[in-house]
């Protein structure tokens, strides 16, 4: 079907203009300025004045937890949570059960996207100790990335060889997105906490979690893997920045696609801080952890410094008993977020910022994994487009969560941006709360 936008706010590019978007055969054909005319034949007519029309998000972070771990997350569900959050792309993880650490577990991962996934797709392979031979196999225009566990997370995948990190910097096909925590740091830290807890010396809640997975932990990998990328001349994602004291290693005095080290931070470093544990417990307890207000101040600031290039959400959802029962010893690390991303950045950032989301969200992922014709609005792309009304005030609530898990540390939080339609290769997929769910995604190719 033939869709004809009409009368949009497009934010594309650093640009904010009205137009018309004609989309056919899945593309964007034309974008027809205020004055010009168009015959618009038998298209699909969509009044969009007042609302505003953005490339559809790119979250290259997420943890959509099939196969093995369907219990919590699946990609059919979490898919339609992106789709409802205005993500028309994801880069899932492979943290699943069996953890995607072979050419062959990849494939079936695809295999699975294709026949379950409303939105666009790739799928990271897993670096272990002892599979450089599947690592090297990987073909960087097909797959998204490697994803390096420098501490250990949700999964436990972690690579401490450091002769395996070598190898690996000096022979990864292509992007290497990489977790930084150092092990031995919080290890330590976990043994002194749960001994000051059996003595009664410390309360094992939602609190101590920055004082077991500090900025110093984060540091001190983050650092590492910096230094290993420049000396292999490795490309380098370092994800969830959580701290002030690691953006330091970073750049922006060059354009993005010029960076081989590159940064992501997520909306809850940005949000919360360390005084929302005791409000919110261990629903915001993630791997790295929420510090302090200083450091949320800090990420707040590269965002619009250049020093952190993308957004991305962690998404990584558990039941809620598997957060709240037990200490914080046994509680699990992260949580829903993907369709709330947009919303929540809104919040940050103020609607003014709008441009700066686009670039962050939309247009830098599309640059920095090099996707094939898609994160702008531009005729002959990939028609991934989501409609967004402003000043459209509603609470955020579990009541209306799609995550299959059926919670979100948001819940209450009230925002100010709605998406109202999400178009995935020019296919309508979300529209007011109606999924439509004839078509499926497609899988990312990459220009490399």
Known sequence: MNYYIE??????EGQTFVASVFVSDGKIAKIVREGETFDTGSSQIIDAQGKYLIPGIIDEHVHFREPGLTHKADIYTESRAAVAGGVTSFMDMPNTNPQT????????????????????????????????????KTDPKQVCGIKLFMGSSTGNMLVDQNEVLVRLFRESPCLIAAHCEDEQMIHANTVRCKDLAAKGEVIADAGIHPFVRTSEACYKS?????????KFGARLHVMHISTKAELPLFRNDIPLKDKKITAETCPHYLWFDEHDYEDKSFAIKCNP??????????LLDALRTGLIDTIGTDHAPHLLEEKLTGD???????????????????????????PLLVQLMCHNPAILYQIVRRGFLREGYHADMV????????????????????????????????VTHTFVNGNLVYENGIFHEENRGERLIFNR
Request: hydrophobic content about 35%; overall charge negative; proline content about 2%.
């Open 328 to 354: 914080y010893f046994t509680s699990k690390s992260g949580f829903p977020s993907i369709q709330h991303s947009l919303d929540v950045m809104v919040n940050v950032l103020g609607k003014e910022s709008l």
């Open 289 to 298: 952890a929420i510090k302090s207000s200083r450091d949320k101040k800090a």
């Open 101 to 136: 650490t072979t050419q062959e577990l990849l494939q079936q991962k695809f295999d699975l996207a294709a026949e379950k996934s409303l939105a666009n797709y790739s799928f990271y392979l897993g670096a272990t100790n002892d599979n450089l031979a599947e690592v090297v």
């Open 7 to 12: 009368n949009a706010t497009l934010v594309n």
């Open 222 to 230: 983050s650092s590492k893997a910096v230094d290993m990328a420049e």
């Open 387 to 418: 409609l967004v009304e402003m000043n459209a005030n509603h609470c955020i609530s579990n009541k209306n969560e799609y995550s299959k898990c059926g919670w979100t540390p948001y819940d209450s939080l009230e925002v100010h941006s709605l």
